[in-house]
């Protein structure tokens, strides 16, 4: 992962979506080890708060092609459906506060967190 300092990027179409509900944090947050994603979208549909979010492949006239997912750690309810559900059994429950770390270690590629130095681009 780099160094370079992760901020929201507030210009996903996520950002629009309701925010999670309740003053605490959930006690666990789910984590998507995306060299394991195939992209097949099954823990999408099992979301009961819509926040797991595509991430296009590498080709932007074929986006599909390699795309994965990421979830996104400022919406999720912890509820675990993902984690039951995704068939190459890739997305892991970790605690709150480690979750920002294995964030770190497994997300290769994301759209809602950005480095400071890309946000300043888009
Ligand atoms: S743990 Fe639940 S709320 Fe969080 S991303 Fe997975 S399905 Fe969504
Ligand atoms: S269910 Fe698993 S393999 Fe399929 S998109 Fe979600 S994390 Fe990736």
């Known amino acids: 992962m780099s160094e370079d300092i992760k901020v929201e990027n507030p210009f996903h179409t996520a950002r629009f979506k309701a925010p999670r509900k309740g003053k605490k944090p959930p006690k666990l947050l789910a984590i998507v080890h ?9 823990c999408i549909a099992g979301c009961p708060v819509d926040s797991i979010e595509l991430v296009p492949g590498p080709d932007p ?15 999720c309810i912890g509820c675990q459906n993902c984690s039951q559900d995704c068939p190459w059994e890739t997305i892991t429950m ?3 506060d480690d979750a920002f770390t ?18 300043e681009k888009l």
Do not use: F
């Not at 006239?61 to 919406?75: A, C, F, H, T």
């Not at 294995?102 to 946000?119: I, P, R």
């Open 61 to 75: 006239l074929n986006p599909g092609y390699q795309q994965m997912v990421e979830i996104d750690l400022s919406r």
């Open 102 to 119: 294995a964030w770190g270690n497994e997300t290769l590629s994301s759209e809602l967190y950005v480095d400071e130095e890309k946000l």
């Open 94 to 96: 970790y605690q709150h």
């Open 34 to 42: 995306q060299s394991g994603c195939t992209g097949c979208e099954v």
